[in-house]
């Protein structure tokens, strides 16, 4: 199963909508979206095009296609106009080569603290930072950055995990980075 994933929408219909067609263009199967979907947070300035209900609109059009992990900005009215579940915490995703996807926000888990039971590919949202580095260990630690607020110099970006490749992507599907999971 070809898997996207992006985190840190804040509320950027603009950007919400070039990431579903970047999804739509990648013919993936599962878009995996690791929290912050609708509210800005008061760190951050109000992202280009942001109208969260409109972006909560959109999103539910893919309810049946989405997973997403709670993040520090989700809240319960996030989860009432929103037509899929928020995951809390963190959770486990089967990947089609019997390894495991861990996915969390990145505020309680990172690249410094692991949750328990942590699969082969990690990636956390949370710092806005798009990156992938294999560890010693052969894990894959990645965040597919934000596709509405990229900080550090990074760019707009996701990531789509297919046929053993976990693959770091600009938002115009240009590949940034590329790692390939240990069999």
Sequence with gaps: M??????DLHGSFYNGKLLLERFESEKAEQLVLLGDLYYHGPRNPLTEGY???ALANLLNIYKNQ??????????????????FPFHPGYAHLALDNG????VTHGHLYDNHMFPPD????????HIHTGFLEKQEDGRIVGNPGSVSLPKNGTPK?????????????NLDGSILDRQTIQL
């Design 157 to 169: 970006s996701y990531i789509v995990i297919d046929k053993g490749a976990v693959i770091l992507k």
């Design 118 to 125: 942590c699969g082969e590919v990690f990636l956390f949202g």
């Design 66 to 83: 989405l997973y997403v992990v709670k993040g520090n900005c989700d809240s319960e009215v996030d989860e009432m106009v929103s037509q």
């Design 2 to 7: 070809k898997i996207m994933v992006a985190s």
């Design 99 to 102: 390894k495991k996807l861990t």
């Design 51 to 53: 109208d969260p209900l």
